[in-house]
């Protein structure tokens, strides 16, 4: 018997949950979405397990991991905020209650922190077993970089009226994310089409020494994260639709991409979620005797799209690289107010020339300078005006066309091709 359902479908709520459902013990195994706007996003009870702030112990949790913090030399470093400013990692924090704390450290930390380790090859290959545990943990990042905009200031002005971050923020559309991401606390699975459309790749930037880097487009659920010679780009609550819209330009990547490119790459993702016209639904099952526990997606048979708009994809492009204008240049000119009119126009690309073609950072002539800040020399930098921009039409399901896809990538692999320089796909089939 189901008596769960929730039904969140683009920015329109559709039969959320209405009740908050537990278990014999109390435990919270779905929170019904009034629930998780006003407790979680708006209110300060564990974002685990929805514990009172005075109910049980508190302490902070990092909102990026302490492992990556220490694996990248990061906890002076910054993280740039919505709002331009800058934020250390090590005190870019959100309360969280200890259990629930200690539970995320042994139950996701640190088998992400073995499985991001590593050359990309062997990261590669490791993530196609464990893509589950990987797409959990990005919906917690994205869960936990969200909550921390609840408290911090828009506007550092005292003088001017205050608000924060997050109060433009829509909650309900995540409320299916946080359920992924809390799924390590209540046991639930994820079921065909919930993860979303996920692509690892490697990377290879020598116009910096950073390596890390996060990017999120927050109304298309969308991450660009580097870590080490891994790039992640994934859209969270698309069931792999986007990856198979932009399947054709992202076969033609060649090999390891910049820190630009990687960006660049999840601007093209979020508008493909942007244009998809119609959105997969995603809920969650339980049974009344609660041995099924289930995640899922509910996709349409026909894969549609708006067809490619360049404003619209120029936008996000512009948001994606926000923080680095000055350290690029398109078709030679520099200058940030340039650089951002132009990247406006949607027709710019890092990753291919205009004859589609990739432009790898690696013929990059100045590879081997040492650099120990971005200095925008790097090819990756470098953008054209290409002016193309498409979606592959799918007239077949959208779960066909996912394996499909998942076999053109797997072909790439199997030819003996793949090495340290291909890009790897990853879909859930
Ligand atoms: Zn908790």
Redesign the pocket.
Known sequence: MLFGIELIKGHKVENVPAKTIRDSEGKILLFSCSQFVEDICQGSC??????ASGS?KFNNEHVFPRWLLERYNLFNKTVTLPNGQKHRYGTYIIP??????S?LGSSIEVPVSQLLKGTYSEIAQAVKEYQDLLFTWLCLLFVKVHLKDKLLRANLDHREEQYMIADTYFWPELHHIHAVARSI?TGATLTNGVIGSLIILPIDDPSTSELFDWMDLTNQQTIAVRIGEVGIVAVLRNASACVVGIRDFVSRIRGPLGTTQLRELGARMAAANADLITKPSFGTVISKELDKFQLWAKYSDELDFSPFNHEKYGQLLAHSLSDRLEHLSINGECGTERVKAMLLTGKVSFILDANGNFRPPANNPVRTVQQSESTGESCSNKGMVVGSGYYANCSNNLLEAIQRSSKLFDSVMDSGAMNQNEVSFSAVA
Do not use: V
């Open positions: 564990c974002f685990i397990c929805g514990a049980n969280c209650c200890q259990d629930c704390n539970l606390y």
